[in-house]
């Protein structure tokens, strides 16, 4: 049991749901990117999402592409993605870590060699989200096989033909995308989610987690409120983006995971 499995868990036995937040690794540089890390369990985070930094960020809108172009001109690497994974986990040995991004640096990198520094950073689970099912061989059975999760998202065009083969290989959660589009470019509606994430949870005992255009307090509560929870990115990295004070990020942090955790 991963540390993604045993949060999903808890938060089923206490009948609540829950809250994810997304940051990019080291935007605008390590220290601050560190500092917001740090503070999002208190703030009421219950699974991190830490993106890598990325130069062709294809799912992404310009928030997000903006905040690992910040990254990657301020030196911001894998390796040192994983390291703030280590210097997290020295003092917060609990809050389950997602590394979310694209397999290129992976690849890169090399799969076993990731696998290994990943695991002893402290990671818990991945998103890669231009890795099909089909190549599930790459990386994904690797993955599991190293004790990782390997979260696979499902879309509003996942059709019954498609979604087994998506949830074939998927452990820790299902990521369903609220919108057809890129992160931050329009806003999730709960008419539209709602019967979409009963169709996925008919067919998976994961938990269904919705993302994409959320971005107030009582968006989080509603969209919650038809799922497992939620995630949040977009928003979170426009307030870094804007290099507001880490206390006033994290207090729209906390704002958010109210809501979510209100559903």
């Not at 599930?136 to 690797?142: A, H, N």
């Not at 949870?201 to 938990?207: E, M, Q, V, W």
């Not at 939620?230 to 307030?239: D, E, F, L, N």
């Amino acid at each position: 049991m991963t540390r993604i499995d045993a949060k999903f868990a808890a938060l089923k036995a206490e009948n609540r749901k829950a809250f994810v937040a997304y940051i990019m690794g080291g935007d605008p540089d390590v220290e601050r990117s560190l500092a917001v890390m740090k503070g999002l369990p208190e703030a009421g985070v219950d699974v991190i999402e830490l993106g890598m930094p990325f130069t062709d960020p294809m799912a992404d809108g310009s928030t997000i592409q903006l905040a690992g172009q910040r990254a990657l001109d301020g030196g911001m690497t894998l390796n040192k993605t994983l390291d703030m994974a280590r210097a997290f986990r020295e003092t917060d040995t609990t809050t389950p870590i997602v590394m979310m991004g694209y397999y290129n640096p992976i690849y890169s990198h090399g799969v076993p060699q990731f696998l290994q520094d990943a695991k002893a950073a402290g990671i818990d689970g991945l998103i890669v989200v231009d890795l099909p099912p089909e190549e599930d061989v790459e990386l994904c059975l690797p993955a599991q096989q190293a004790g990782l999760n390997f979260i696979r998202l499902a879309t509003p065009t996942t059709d019954a033909k498609r979604l087994p083969k998506v949830l074939e290989n998927t452990s820790g959660f299902v990521y369903y995308v609220s919108v057809t589009g890129i992160t931050g470019s329009q806003a999730a509606q709960a008419n539209d989610v709602g019967p979409e994430v009963a169709r996925i949870k008919a067919a998976t005992d994961l938990p269904v987690i919705v993302g994409f255009g959320i971005t107030t307090p009582e968006a989080a509560a509603t969209i919650a409120g038809t799922a497992d929870g939620c995630v949040v990115g977009s928003a979170i990295v426009k307030q870094i983006a804007e290099g507001k004070p880490v206390a006033d990020i994290l207090k729209f942090v906390a704002s958010l995971a109210e809501g979510a955790h209100s559903a």
